[in-house]
């Protein structure tokens, strides 16, 4: 289990130290997701915050945030992908190079190589926070079945996202504003249902979505798989089905 966390700005951030000590506030409200190893990175737009519980690749090479060696992906991951030593074999063969031997790299990679269909591909468990610096675009997915957190949220033109809403809440000014409507649902049901949560304005990414945002501030969440149509298959004779 990781944390991860970041801020998106249409405006920018002028002040680069201001903005890092920020992100470490907000990776710190995760340090009990990953306390083996915590980073942040930023450039003029984005933040990224990770805290690391190292599972996969034990050194320092996994640490992340981690950006390609194009220098113009960066990436924090949350989760493990089942199957990243079948996609990174495909990616070598492909031409692409690895300084790990983390599944975080095989997504980086593997998004060089695929762009957003990389999720496609991916079996497992994670929650992604991925800043592709050529196109200006922020990518926020989910896996197929929700087994890894991810929530966001919007303060004017900044888009703010983590593993944890304590994350989110620990940027100066995030409103905590209760959500009537999400708790009703929960003292109904226990559970809270569709992209709600208990603070107005703050979200849930669904499982098995994505979230784009790009350089003009649109956004669009787009669902990427869904469980398989259930087959009629034609009726039996019972005396052959029993004789099976």
Known sequence: MCGITGVWSGFGFP????LAQRLTAMAGTLRHRGPDASGVWADETVGLGHTRLAIIDLTAAAHQPMSALTGDIHIVFNGEIYNFRELRSQLIGLGHRFRSRSDTEVILNGY???GVAVLDRLRGMFAIGLWDAARRRLLLARDRVGKKPLYYGWLDDRLLFGSEIKAI???PDMPRVPNYEALHHYLSFRYVPNDLTAF???YKLQPAHYLTVEADGSTRTQQYWSL???VRTPVRNVDEVKEE
Not at 15 to 18: F, I, L, M, V
Request: proline share 12%; aromatic share 12%; with cysteine.
């Open 112 to 114: 060089c190589q695929w």
């Open 228 to 230: 398989p149509r259930p």
């Open 200 to 202: 107005k304005g703050i």
């Open 169 to 171: 809440l620990a940027w």
């Open 15 to 18: 002040d680069h130290a201001d």
